[in-house]
């Protein structure tokens, strides 16, 4: 069965950086693009862009242009998320999820990332 | 980007009733050559990830009872629970993939009466 395993919560200090990871199994990684989603309370569900398995090509939503950078490894069937110069309104949960034209019928159990000083 | 709005933010519900909620969308997610509507539902209970339940704004995914139907098209979409059931207790989310990026609406959550 399908399966997309996220990496642990992470506490970063404002200014650092974390990268969240996205374990797929149960299909052929490289037939399908990840997508990452960021969820919080006060703006809900926010589409931050996706990642060709295959290729390495890369979307960002503008809003996310220089926050985000999405990365894959093949040989480990991995997908990873880069966040940068963080401040507390980064804080939220991060979902990775298959892209099916651009609905998503698998999503990752979530990270929670929470930036404090 | 498109603006997708959810109505009501919140409903209280007794089991067994019938339900809809609305969800709408600042510009025609049909697409005129193939008559799609690009439009998803997804239920998300507490502490898990959002489910998709419909996609196409009306094709209910496999193993989703069928009391969850979807409708509309256009600008203007429900999402119907012919007889809620405590299982259905939940936020929805409407979503849109017609543009890049897809936006997602804010939520209806449906509470216990």
């Known amino acids: 069965q399908v399966q997309l395993q996220q990496s642990g919560a992470e506490l970063a200090?404002?200014?650092?950086?974390v990268k969240i990871s996205c374990k797929a199994s149960g299909y052929t990684f490289t037939s399908y693009d990840i997508s990452w989603i960021k969820q919080t309370t006060g703006q809900g569900l926010e589409y931050i862009g996706?990642?060709?398995t295959g290729s390495g090509g890369t979307y960002y939503n503008e809003k996310f242009k220089g926050k985000a950078t999405l990365t894959v490894d093949k040989?480990?069937?991995t997908a990873f998320m880069q966040?940068?110069?963080?401040?507390?309104e980064d804080t939220a949960v991060y979902y990775c999820a298959?892209?099916?034209e651009d609905w998503f019928a698998y999503w990752g159990q979530g990270t929670l990332v929470t930036v404090s000083s | 980007d498109i603006v997708m709005t959810q109505t009501p933010s919140s409903q209280a519900v007794s089991a067994g009733e019938k339900v809809t909620m609305s969800c709408k969308s600042s510009q025609s997610l049909l697409y005129s050559e193939n008559k799609k509507n690009y439009l998803a539902w997804y239920q998300q209970?507490?502490?898990?990830?959002?489910?998709?339940?419909?996609s196409w704004a009306s094709t209910r995914e496999s193993g989703v009872p069928d009391r969850f139907i979807?409708?509309?098209s256009g600008t203007d979409f429900t999402l119907t629970i012919s007889s809620v059931q405590a299982e259905d207790l939940a936020v929805y989310y409407c979503?849109?993939?017609y543009d890049t990026p897809p936006t997602f609406g804010g939520g209806t959550k449906l509470e216990l009466k």
């Open chain 1, 50 to 52: 996706y990642i060709n």
């Open chain 1, 75 to 77: 040989s480990s069937s």
């Open chain 1, 13 to 17: 200090k404002p200014g650092s950086s």
């Open chain 2, 95 to 97: 979503e849109q993939y």
């Open chain 2, 70 to 72: 979807g409708s509309g």
């Open chain 1, 98 to 100: 298959r892209s099916e």
């Open chain 1, 83 to 88: 966040l940068s110069s963080l401040t507390p």
């Open chain 2, 45 to 54: 209970k507490p502490g898990q990830s959002p489910k998709l339940l419909i």
